[in-house]
């Protein structure tokens, strides 16, 4: 199996609106690393909108409500990948229109060019995009592994239910120094 590691939302206004503090992008920035030395890909999902979210239609809750908060339109203020956390050159950027890393990206053409077949998904929010993006990887039958502590959401009781209840249906879920264990042993 060929693995990536999906690094999603970790922009600048998402850790500032969940509190990320520097122990979350730490332990990130280590996933990071242990991939880049196992030559497991770091691709970075980023959500963004063009001016006048003219990908946006009303009838999407969430999403309208983030187009009357001005937010996330590319190139403005806070939509760039965290410092802590920055692509490095030969990283993929990846920018998706909704929740899930697929929907209105091309991250399922990266991901067939290089012949990936398995995901390791890190990202904020639980409920939102990793959520998501753990149900379409599942409907194209990839192999799945959510790392639990690189994973944060507003909501600690909904990220718990999701990373202890909800996703072991569907991956291997696992702390990010386990995974770091395994990386290191292929």
């Known amino acids: 199996m060929s693995s990536a590691l999906l690094v999603m939302d970790v922009q600048r206004a998402v850790v500032d609106a969940v509190g990320a503090d520097s122990g979350y992008l730490a332990r990130l920035r ?61 990283d993929v950027v990846v920018t998706k229109r909704r929740a899930s890393a697929f929907s209105g990206s091309d991250l399922d053409v990266v991901l067939r060019s290089r012949g ?42 909904v990220h718990r239910v999701l990373v202890e209840r909800l996703f072991p249906q569907w991956a291997d879920v696992v702390t990010v120094d386990e995974w770091l264990e395994k990386a290191a042993a292929r």
């Open 30 to 90: 280590a996933a990071i690393d242990g991939a880049r030395a196992a030559d497991i890909p770091v691709i970075h999902v980023v959500i963004g909108f063009r001016p006048g979210f003219p990908e946006i239609g009303t009838r999407n809750k969430p999403l309208a409500a983030i187009a009357r908060a001005g937010l996330y339109v590319e190139g403005a203020p806070g939509t760039e990948i965290h410092p802590d956390v920055a692509p490095r050159p030969g």
């Open 116 to 157: 990936i077949d398995s995901l390791v998904l890190a990202g904020i929010a639980t409920s939102a995009v990793v959520l998501s993006t753990v149900c379409q990887a599942n409907d194209l039958d990839l192999g799945l592994t959510v790392l639990s502590d690189g994973c944060l959401d507003l909501d600690p009781k």
